[in-house]
């Protein structure tokens, strides 16, 4: 079975530039998160999807960041414009639905976002 | 926001003794569960502990919920220089649309000296 899939693994920009990311989840996981985790702390959750619609973005900063899920099956995180405490690893997970067998996060390897 | 609070923050034990984790949360949830994360990367799923469970093991690793006190604690047995990661609790709460909001703790950092 492929795994969570993400790229690209190291991205290094400026200030005020924007960034993109992409995930593409387990085949069938209806459940999609975006995670950002800041060195030392643990992971915040940034957005979830269920199939192609938002079900949770309440910690979102929408003023830069966006997110969509297409199809219901692949997605883009993106950050317009960067600032220096966008620095972080952002991680893409999906899950099966509650109560089935394997109820657990898959999470792919991140992508490590340096804002000089 | 974080969900749940670890303690400790780090710890050190000597290979072949026996590491505890403890995670606190503060709203009702569905489960629980425990994560591994080494050098910042990608998070490995650990055990999962529902909410009408009290222990649960796996391997050298036992967990126990108490909803009550909404805490949860991880013992890895006979620890291992390769246990050497950080370890992430995690909890769990459904909602009718069959999927769950799931919010991390702030971890433990866990060293194993060979």
């Known amino acids: 079975e492929a795994g969570v899939a993400q790229s690209p693994r190291y991205k290094i920009i400026e200030k005020r530039q924007s960034v993109a990311f992409w995930c593409n989840p387990i085949?069938?996981?209806?459940?999609l998160y975006w995670y950002q985790q800041i060195l030392g702390q643990g992971p915040k959750l940034l957005i979830q999807?269920?199939?192609?619609?938002?079900?949770?973005d309440s910690q979102l900063p929408k003023d830069r960041f966006s997110a969509e899920r297409l199809k219901g099956v692949d997605s883009t995180l993106k950050i317009q414009p960067a600032k220096l405490e966008d620095s972080a690893v952002y991680l893409c997970a999906s899950s099966p639905p509650v109560n089935s067998p394997n109820e657990k996060l898959f999470f792919g390897s991140g992508t490590q976002l340096s804002v000089l | 926001s974080q969900q749940g609070e670890e303690d400790p923050q780090a710890l050190s034990i000597q290979e072949g003794e026996n590491a505890t984790m403890n995670c606190s949360y503060k709203t009702s949830i569905n489960n629980l569960q425990w994560y591994r994360q080494n050098s910042g990367r990608g998070l490995v799923h650990l055990i999962l502990i529902r909410s009408n469970e009290r222990e649960k093991h796996s391997g050298r690793l036992r967990v126990t919920l108490d909803t009550s006190k909404k805490s949860s604690s991880l013992l890895i047995t006979a620890s291992r220089a390769a246990d050497t990661a950080s370890y992430f609790c995690?909890?769990?709460?459904?909602?009718?649309?069959?999927?769950?909001?799931?919010?991390f703790g702030t971890g433990t950092k866990l060293q194993v000296i060979p």
């Open positions: 085949s069938g996981h209806a459940t």
């Open positions: 999807f269920q199939n192609n619609g938002v079900v949770d």
């Open positions: 995690a909890t769990g709460v459904a909602n009718s649309g069959g999927y769950q909001k799931v919010t």
